[in-house]
């Protein structure tokens, strides 16, 4: 599928260590797309026409969709990024369970009743350690989160820059013609 991303500068690949210097990450860290060009014109005048492949989840179905695809509820999706937290930063795991008296099923309860569990399990564990998150959520299966109206990606490889072009939709790159920008 075709998305859009804006951005202030013109590039050929994605650079995961950029994201988390964006300002508007309501869905957490991660590349933003878009499908509508209009709304990835507000983010900057490069437009990068982009393919994605991986498999992404809808925030609306995510407990549907992941049930379908690796046959675990989402609980079991919230119990293995605990243990995934656990292991890649012991020292936050301890703060972000003391919050919850150190009761992985109040955790748990409350990240699947919040409705959005992608997201809120970045912001209870990952929030002190954003570059554990990436490698986190692709081990347990998610590439990508389709919260609306954007696409909020989590790995590079899946994503193909086609072209960059201007809001007026002049191409400014392209792949296929191996000029760099």
């Not at 797309?33 to 990835?40: N, Y």
């Not at 150190?102 to 409350?110: N, R």
């Not at 998610?142 to 989590?154: C, F, K, N, T, W």
């Amino acid at each position: 599928m075709i998305y859009y991303h804006g951005a202030p500068e013109q590039f050929t690949t994605f650079d995961l260590s950029k994201c988390r210097e964006e300002s508007a990450m309501q869905n957490g860290p991660g590349i933003y797309l878009t499908e509508e060009f209009e709304d990835a014109c507000q983010y900057g005048p490069f437009i990068h026409v982009v393919q994605v492949y991986g498999r992404t989840f809808s925030e609306r179905n995510f407990e549907e969709e992941y049930m379908e695809l690796y046959g675990e509820t989402v609980e079991d999706f919230v119990r293995s990024m605990i243990a995934e937290h656990a292991k890649r930063c012991p020292d936050s795991h301890d703060v972000v369970m003391s919050n919850w008296g150190y009761d992985a099923g109040k955790l748990i309860d409350s990240i699947v009743s919040s409705g959005t569990p992608v997201q809120q399990t970045w912001y209870e564990l990952f929030r002190m350690e954003e570059e554990d998150f990436f490698p986190a959520a692709r081990f347990c299966g998610v590439q990508g989160l389709e919260a609306d109206p954007h696409l909020v990606h989590y790995d590079p490889s899946d994503l193909t820059i086609i072209r960059v072009e201007d809001h007026d939709q002049q191409t400014l790159w392209r792949r296929d013609a191996n000029t760099c920008p």
